[in-house]
């Protein structure tokens, strides 16, 4: 784990990723479409606040592939083939390290952006939704994982994650209402963990709301044990040197 955290915090794009583009991001989608949000309940700094965090701890997925399979870390990895470590602590440390890097990105930017009232996170509620972007960055990260140990190749993995996050952030309502696109899409939206987990940090700011959190919280869960239990039968350290 130290030695993945290392070759995080050492790697510029990701660092950017974590701790600078999030903010940058709310403040400047906030910024540009405030003129569209004139009702004083939300504002588009709430809106952008909630939607463009919820989209990077989606796409926090493509940070895996740094920890798996990025160039310079193959010597190391050629190195702890010939020790005698278990195959899981190889896995789960570079699972863990991602999720303490990207989570304390993402968690300094959500208390700046909460504790200066830029966006409003729900206020007393706020400990129960920022529960629900954890538990989102797990299933994002497991997801990653998953595909970096069916593909094993960096970039058709950052390809073929980049279209997955992209489609169940569609799905979610992120960009645009899903109805527009269909009923049968609504429907098939409406099946989406991704979406309970984003009407659910809604419902809980706005209406305080927590007849679905149970669900919302426990869905993605299900999901990332499945995942990882993918990534325990098919990872094998010897297909990353």
């Not at 540009?32 to 701890?57: A, E, P």
């Amino acid at each position: 784990m130290k030695q993945d955290l290392k070759n995080l915090i050492t790697n510029p794009t990701m660092v950017l990723f974590s701790f600078v583009y999030p903010i940058s991001l709310v403040l400047l989608f906030g910024f540009l479409f405030s003129n569209l949000y004139g009702g004083k309940q939300v504002s588009s700094y709430d809106f952008y606040g909630i939607t463009m965090i919820f989209y990077l701890v989606l796409t926090a997925s493509t940070v895996t592939p740094t920890t798996f399979m990025e160039e310079r870390i193959k010597r190391p990895n050629l190195r702890i083939n010939y020790c005698p470590v278990s195959r899981v602590e190889i896995y789960l440390s570079k699972l863990l390290s991602t999720f303490i890097f990207t989570g304390s990105g993402f968690l300094l930017n959500i208390l700046i952006l909460h504790f200066t009232r830029i966006t409003n996170f729900g206020k007393a509620n706020f400990p129960f939704v920022l529960l629900l972007f954890f538990v989102l960055l797990i299933f994002s990260i497991t997801l990653g994982g998953t595909i970096c140990v069916l593909i094993r190749n960096q970039d058709l993995t950052n390809k073929i994650i980049g279209s997955v996050v992209n489609t169940l952030a569609l799905l979610s309502g992120i960009f645009f209402p899903v109805a527009i696109l269909g009923k049968w899409v609504d429907n098939l939206a409406e099946l989406s963990p991704i979406k309970w987990v984003l009407n659910t940090i809604f419902e809980v700011i706005y209406d305080n709301n927590f007849q679905n959190y149970i669900i919302a919280l426990i869905a993605p869960i299900i999901l990332s044990a499945l995942l990882l239990f993918v990534i325990h039968k098919k990872y094998r350290p010897e297909k990353y040197i």
